[in-house]
């Protein structure tokens, strides 16, 4: 069998967040929040304003919130390729990845049926109650018609890298988005990772809402539409971790050291690269977070005696973004590695899901 040579490269970027709405600005903001804000919402001043130059106030003012973010970054992601939909429409894929997406959606529905009944329920706000309506929406809008698909709990970037090595798609737009509502915020406040300030609780960690938003293409067709290559992606190793802690059964307690070593051996093994490649290791932890000292451990034990790479701690910027964390890592990841040193090309990011799925994924720019 003829072995596949084809790469699989990342070709654009859109971000909706509160430190930047655009990739410029995400990367000049993007330190200023250690130590700043605990809970990151985004500027809703900004997405009406910005999309109604691509999309009708009619249709933007039927779109639910959670809609209107990954809308804004999926619109600028293939703004900033140059590569139409129009004229692509069944070469390009989507996959969407969020956790709690349709929460407010659902909730307001749910309100409005109790309080004036079934029969009087808001038939506008009923779409937008199912996990996948962010990628209907951009589906509609964007006139998506090659592969398409919503997930939760796994790397939205690796499946839609196997959708693509698979030839279900040339190319695929691909991240994930997260809207914080009330309930996840009082739900966050209640988590042990908190501590006070003038009697008023902080998360020591932030969390926040977004989407980022990638275009990955295969390498021939990126070529042949004059697409300009940003990273190639050398290959990931994923696992799925057995939380240890008893006393918690939410999705983001503690990380075994073993599932977090499983996970970047394997990636390195599929990328057929030596250790003193990598530049830079992605953390998937905060520097106060849960999963900080199984991440060491791991790495510890991954380069024995020899010198560890950088390690960047992007959560204690952009916050944890939920579903759309490993696509805001990614992003992150590139934007630090670029600045460094050319013989640092190669990076390393860690990311985790909900379940407690962990991935691994390698990047060569």
Known sequence: MKKDNSKIVAVSFGVCHRLGNSIKNLEDNISHNKNGQSVLHVDDSCLDKELVHFFSENDLRRLDRVSKIGLYASTNCMKNSQLSYEKNTDEIGLVICTTYGAVSSSRDFINGAISKGQKNASPIIFPYTVPNAVSGIITIQLGVRGVNTTISGY???????????????????????????????????????????????????????GAAMILLAESNYAASNNLDVLFEILGYGITCNIPVQNNTIDNFSQIEPESIEYSMKTAIERSEINLNDIGLVVSLSGKHGNQRESEKIALKNIYKNQALPEIYNVKDYLGENFGASDTFSLIAGYLKLNKMPKNKNIALINSYQIGGNITSLLINI
């Open 155 to 209: 790397n939205p970037v690796c499946y839609a890298y196997n959708l693509i090595k698979g030839k279900k798609a040339k190319a695929i737009l691909t991240g994930g988005v997260e809207e914080l509502t009330k309930e996840l915020v009082d739900v966050n406040l209640r988590r042990k990772d908190t501590f006070s300030i003038n009697n008023e609780q902080q998360f020591i960690n932030p969390i926040s809402e």
